[in-house]
Structures are given as structure tokens and as C-alpha cells.
């Protein structure tokens, strides 16, 4: 019963290959992200995505390109693998933010996915 | 744009002593939440206590408890009763009312507990 769950969890690659990483959450959650915590450990947002529609897009190469087929699933796609993608990779979801004080937007973190690129 | 500091890159504590991580932000948003995560070496992402800025009162978790300063832009994590599973880094983050649904994520800061 893993709430947020990512696969693989591990991924060594050549350089210049194409991989995907799979996100599913059974939280009942309409937003998903994904972040990318680099070998110093900070972690920083990527995408995020609302009931299937991109709602932000920080500066990434477009080699990535993160697809949502329905809102329990976001998937992150990356062409053209570099050394510097080397990372572990999360994804996460929560509720919607609404307006309020009384929304509630925590975040739940999948077990993350180590990419290796060599 | 919304930073996150923590100054503390490692600490330790003795099991069973209490210890006190640092955070500071700053934002000009008057409405925001505030998070501090737990990394242990299995990788997970662990919500430990969040944060309402509109809440005075200071959240609790059991051993864990925030000493949320508004005014002063800061929020603090304390660990009373420390133990060995307690070794993890320590992410405070925020998420605020006009960055969208994203966290910003302070650097962590390394826990060891000493047995």
C-alpha cells in the first residue's frame, strides 16, 4: 500500500542514451512534482503538475520532458543523457493548494530514483 | 523569489540529550507553510512537523516540536530525547502562496546521535 512509488530505483546508463523514470501515487492527489537532489543533497523542483496540466516548468534543459497520462501518474522522460544528470530523482504529490489558511499542501516523496550516468 | 537557509551543515547530539537545528527563510508573503523533512540514508523523504504561518502556537510531533518566529523569519526543529534513529539529514522547507504548489528546500543539515 506505498503511497507515492517510483521506478526504477536505480539507473545506470550510458551517456546519450534516453531513459524514463515511472511516478504512481494512490493518495487520491491531483498535484505531482518532480525533484532533482544533486550530489550535494539540495533539492530543487522541476515540474509540477495539476490533474494533468503543467503548472511549472523551472529552468530545464528540454531534454526532459515529464508526461502525466492521468493524475495518479508522472512520469519524467530524459533524452540525450549527460554526466551531469547524475542525480537521485523524486517525485511527490499533495492536494491542491486552495485558498485559505486552511488548505493543506504537503508533500509526499517517493523513495526517489538514483540515476547514474556514466 | 523565496530563500531557505540553514546554517548548520552537521550537528550532533548524545541519545537521550536534546539538540536544536536551525532555519531561516525569507519572503514577503504573508501566507506560507513550513516543513522540516527527514533524509535518512535509505534516501526517503520523511515529513517530520509542518508549519500554518497563521498558527501562533508552535506544532508538535511527539519529540519533535518548532519554535516558529514570524517576525524574525525563523523556524527552528528541536529533538528532545534523541535517538540512534533519529541520525538523518534535516531539510526545512517552505511553500508559500505565490510560488505555486513548489517547495524551496534549505541545504540540510547532517544529524548524528552519538549512543
Known amino acids: 500500500d506505498t503511497a507515492v512509488s517510483q521506478t526504477p530505483k536505480y539507473l545506470v546508463t550510458q551517456m546519450g542514451n534516453d531513459k524514463s523514470i515511472k511516478c504512481e501515487q494512490n493518495l487520491g492527489h491531483d498535484t505531482m512534482y518532480w525533484y532533482k537532489q544533486d550530489s550535494k543533497k539540495f533539492l530543487k523542483i522541476m515540474f509540477s503538475?495539476?490533474?494533468?496540466?503543467?503548472?511549472i516548468n523551472e529552468t530545464v534543459p528540454n531534454r526532459f520532458s515529464p508526461k502525466s497520462p492521468d493524475k495518479a501518474h508522472l512520469n519524467l522522460h530524459i533524452n540525450s543523457l549527460e554526466l551531469g544528470d547524475s542525480a537521485v530523482y523524486f517525485c511527490?504529490?499533495?492536494?491542491?493548494?486552495?485558498?485559505?489558511?486552511?488548505?493543506?499542501?504537503?508533500?509526499?516523496f517517493g523513495p526517489g530514483t538514483r540515476l547514474t550516468v556514466l | 523569489a523565496q530563500t531557505v537557509t540553514q546554517s548548520q551543515p552537521e550537528m550532533s547530539v548524545q541519545e537521550a540529550e536534546t539538540v536544536t537545528l536551525s532555519c531561516t527563510y525569507d519572503t514577503s508573503e504573508s501566507d506560507y507553510y513550513l516543513f522540516w523533512y527527514k533524509q535518512p540514508p535509505s534516501r526517503q523523504m520523511i515529513l517530520v512537523i509542518r508549519q500554518e504561518a497563521y498558527k501562533q502556537q508552535n506544532a508538535t510531533e511527539n519529540r519533535f516540536s518548532v519554535n516558529f518566529q514570524k517576525a524574525a523569519k525563523s523556524f527552528s526543529l528541536k529533538i528532545s530525547d534523541s535517538q540512534l534513529g533519529d541520525a538523518a539529514m534535516y531539510f526545512c522547507a517552505y511553500g508559500g502562496e505565490t510560488s505555486g504548489s513548489r517547495l524551496t528546500f534549505g541545504e540540510g543539515t547532517q544529524l548524528t546521535v552519538n549512543p
Open positions: 503538475y495539476n490533474n494533468k496540466e503543467l503548472i
Open positions: 511527490a504529490s499533495s492536494l491542491p493548494r486552495l485558498a485559505g489558511p486552511t488548505s493543506t499542501d504537503t508533500q509526499y
